[in-house]
């Protein structure tokens, strides 16, 4: 069964350091989406791809969050520098191009901040 | 702005009893609305979605009611067994006519059931 693939599973890193996450998602799915899911939240949209085209970055922290689908398959979150508040699950969702499709969810990135 | 306002935030049933938990939302331009699972240490995974042209939808135990005038909907899990414990999300997506759907979640509500 295809899955969407995240790694690393777990990441600890020192505040100000730079870290960053990867995604492979199900083959043929044009739409990306990391997501961010503080412990105990609902999951927040970061940034959402659409192809190598970002459709909707507006609640992605420019300032210290790049995103990249460079050749529209897999992608690249990166946070620069890291911050406490950071600390959270990175969820990387896909899903094909049409009305009402489900998006698939990888098992996530676990970040922690020290 | 939460998008979508879920509750309760915690629920808690004895097993074989009905667990049912809301959601409401502002944008009617919503067209779709799915209900995840998640399981700890997992990503969410689709449970069972509905259209707004339907008012209920059944699938096994699960069953979305759909109200769209009160731009409500609720999950209703029947015979709740200790292995639905888990944290469940409602969800509203919209559809792009270029293509992509923007999903937005509620806060969850984490279920337990008590053997």
């Known amino acids: 069964e295809a899955e969407v693939a995240q790694s690393p599973r777990y990441k600890i890193t020192e505040k100000s350091q730079a870290v960053a996450f990867w995604c492979d998602p199900i083959?043929?799915?044009?739409?990306l989406y990391w997501y961010r899911q503080i412990l105990g939240q609902g999951p927040e949209l970061l940034v959402q791809?659409?192809?190598?085209?970002?459709?909707?970055d507006s609640q992605l922290p420019k300032d210290r969050f790049s995103a990249e689908r460079l050749k529209g398959v897999d992608s690249t979150l990166k946070i620069q520098p890291a911050e406490l508040g950071d600390s959270a699950m990175y969820l990387c969702?896909?899903?094909?191009?049409?009305?009402?499709?489900?998006?698939?969810f990888g098992q996530g990135t676990r970040l922690t901040v020290v | 702005q939460q998008q979508v306002k879920q509750s309760p935030q915690s629920l808690i049933v004895q097993k074989g009893g009905i667990s049912i938990i809301n959601c409401a939302y502002e944008?009617?331009?919503?067209?779709?609305f799915p209900w995840y699972q998640q399981f700890p240490g997992k990503g969410p995974a689709l449970l069972i979605a509905?259209?707004?042209d339907v008012s209920e939808k059944k699938e096994g135990r699960f069953t979305i009611s759909f109200n769209k005038s009160a731009k409500q909907f609720s999950l209703h899990i029947m015979d709740s067994q200790p292995g639905d414990s888990a944290t469940y999300f409602c969800?509203?997506?919209?559809?792009w006519g270029t293509g992509a759907n923007n999903l937005f979640f509620g806060t969850g509500t984490r279920l337990t059931v008590i053997p």
């Open positions: 969800a509203a997506s919209i559809y």
């Open positions: 969702a896909s899903s094909r191009d049409s009305p009402n499709t489900e998006a698939f």
């Open positions: 944008n009617t331009a919503f067209d779709y």
């Open positions: 791809f659409q192809d190598e085209s970002v459709v909707d």
């Open positions: 083959s043929g799915h044009a739409t």
């Open positions: 509905i259209r707004p």
